[in-house]
């Protein structure tokens, strides 16, 4: 247990539909992340928020919409996703600021787009 | 730009002998280095890390990793490899720390699934 909780574990959903990834963390952090992770590519990142205030943008389509209502929870908010889109999306969370940063990783959402 | 290189997808050993993973890094300053590691179904899990001092680096699970600064590599290693090792690593770089508060990019690498068989 890592401390960050992500659901659904699983999602299949079709191009028109609209879904919502979930994270939570319990770690008291000041950042959140969301990553994309495909097969034998880098991990993408996708997000950042900082103190509840997005920070980084890394050239995501609109389809995909990130939320930080406060410093705990992260949502992806996903609609009319191409299936291209299909991948592991993790959130992470860590304590900015502090020379031993590291990422804490919840086990992920594998997505599927039909 | 700051990049990583992980050059082997699959490294397969026999239960009992040494493993090497490699990695090689690219920054503009002065490195901060991580090795993850990814189990079947789950997240990253942060394995060790280098940010200054001596060479070699010591982790969780037995793992090692030593940082080379002349041929800008950071392998990761460990003595004797177990089945339970089978795994999928991540090799990733931040450059030196900055003060300013903001959150930092780690660039990872494109990982290499380790595979040890009994």
């Known amino acids: 247990e890592t401390g960050v909780t992500q659901t659904p574990r699983h999602l299949v959903m079709g191009m028109t539909n609209k879904k919502s990834l979930k994270c939570e963390q319990h770690?008291?952090?000041?950042?959140m992340y969301w990553y994309k992770q495909s097969a034998k590519k880098p991990l993408e990142l996708m997000f950042v928020y900082n103190f509840k205030e997005q920070t980084e943008n890394n050239s995501v389509p609109s389809r995909f919409s990130p939320e930080c209502p406060n410093s705990s929870h992260l949502f992806l908010h996903l609609h009319t996703l191409q299936p291209e889109d299909s991948a592991l999306y993790l959130c992470?969370?860590?304590?900015?600021?502090?020379?031993?940063?590291?990422?804490?990783f919840g086990s992920g959402t594998q997505l599927s787009v039909l | 730009a700051q990049s990583v290189a992980q050059p082997e997808d699959q490294v397969n050993v026999a239960e009992g002998n040494p493993l090497t993973v490699k990695c090689t890094y690219s920054v503009s300053g002065n490195p901060y280095l991580f090795w993850y590691v990814q189990y079947p179904n789950r997240g990253l899990q942060f394995l060790l890390k280098y940010i200054t001092g001596d060479n070699l680096v010591k982790g969780s699970y037995g793992f090692e990793a030593e940082f080379n600064k002349s041929q800008t590599s950071f392998h990761l290693k460990k003595p004797s490899a177990l089945v339970s090792d089978s795994a999928l690593y991540f090799c990733?770089?931040?450059?030196?720390?900055?003060?300013?508060?903001?959150?930092?990019?780690?660039?990872f690498g494109s990982g290499t699934q380790l595979t040890v068989l009994p």
């Open positions: 990733a770089v931040r450059d030196t720390f900055r003060s300013s508060g903001s959150a930092r990019q780690l660039t």
């Open positions: 770690l008291g952090h000041n950042a």
């Open positions: 992470a969370s860590s304590q900015v600021g502090t020379v031993d940063e590291k990422l804490f």
